[in-house]
């Protein structure tokens, strides 16, 4: 069953969006079993306004690195489309895009092993510059300008990764991704290795970085909170499919999709009278007990875990639908119980 029309992640866009994944699908692998497998992205879409920043969100294995590749140009769609500003780059090779569009660029999670310990940050920072024809001098300077955009000194250039701690890598990996001015970045949990009060303060960079260049960003995180405090709109993922989507305070404060309800659970709240009225919200509705149900092959892939489920959940998979400001994949979306 395909999502129906305005039933995507789409918001109320109306100039050509910056970002723009239309159902999407990716499979692993070849062959007849890998056709007869779930795919690891189901008919994704949503489109991210200039200036506006996607948050993307689910457990581990939902398949948010797997949209994020998608779009880079890593992992060839299956099917669906992928567009910034307007232009079809979905077929586009890596060696094309990295001539062509510097508009797109990424922020990986491992600050340790996406830098290269045998180059100096200079060198790392220059090449994508070299590869769109820019001078040696002018790539020397961006790089500079682009380390201290990020809060680092320029004579940062000379030196080697080993020589920063986690969160200045993490700057040096932004600088990197901003020397190119890129109008998109796909940031794919990139505070996600870095201790609490480090990932606040590359979470508050990244937020005034866009403000300031009026960046288009795909938040990609596992922790709900985290993603609502970057995020004007939020898209939740399970097993490669939108379970809901909408504003990040309304997926975040009043979910309407049993899973995220239950995300909810591994977000944590700083008021401890708050987690737990959460936790006993959760508890009260049968959340986080096992099920006995199997998901059908047509049905929804929530079933073994939900609560709500009955008999229309195992054979049909539900559509999206929009529920106040939420669109949500829930045949029983009325009856999922408040925060
Ligand atoms: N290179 C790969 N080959 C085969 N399966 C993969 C590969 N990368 C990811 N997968 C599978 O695709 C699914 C989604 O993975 P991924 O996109 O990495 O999820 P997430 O980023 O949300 O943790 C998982 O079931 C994972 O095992
Ligand atoms: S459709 Fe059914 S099984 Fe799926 S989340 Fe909603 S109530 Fe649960
Ligand atoms: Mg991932």
Known sequence: MTAPAGATAASSVLSTPALEVRDLVVRYGRGRKARSSPPAVDRVSFDIAPGETLGLVGESGSGKSTIGKAVLGLQP????????????????????????????????????????????IGQTLVEPLRLMGVSGAEAV????????????PGDAVDRYPTQF?????????????????????VLDEPVSALDLSTQAQVLNLLADLRDQRGLSLLFIAHDLGVVRFLSQRTV?????????????????????????????????????????ARRNAREAAGFGMA????????GCPFVPRCPL???????????????DQSSTACHHAERVPAL
């Open 165 to 185: 701690s986690g969160g200045q890598r993490q700057r040096i990996a932004i600088a990197r991704a901003l020397v190119c001015d890129p109008k998109v970045i």
């Open 236 to 276: 939740v993922l399970y097993r490669g499919q939108v379970m809901e989507s909408g504003p990040a305070d309304a997926v975040g404060l009043t979910p309407r999709h049993p899973y995220t309800l239950a995300l909810t659970a591994a977000a944590p709240v700083p008021r401890p009278a708050e987690q737990a």
């Open 141 to 152: 300077q961006k790089a500079r300008s682009g380390l201290e955009s990020v809060g680092l």
């Open 291 to 298: 099920s006995a149900a199997s998901p059908g092959a047509t």
């Open 309 to 323: 489920s009955t008999d229309v959940c195992v054979e049909q998979r539900p559509p999206l639908r929009l529920i």
């Open 77 to 120: 769609p299956s099917a669906g489309t992928v567009r910034v500003h307007g232009q079809d780059i979905t077929g586009m090779s890596l060696r094309e895009r990295s001539r062509r569009v510097a508009d797109l660029r990424v922020v990986f999670q491992d600050p340790y092993s996406s830098l290269n310990p045998t180059r100096t």
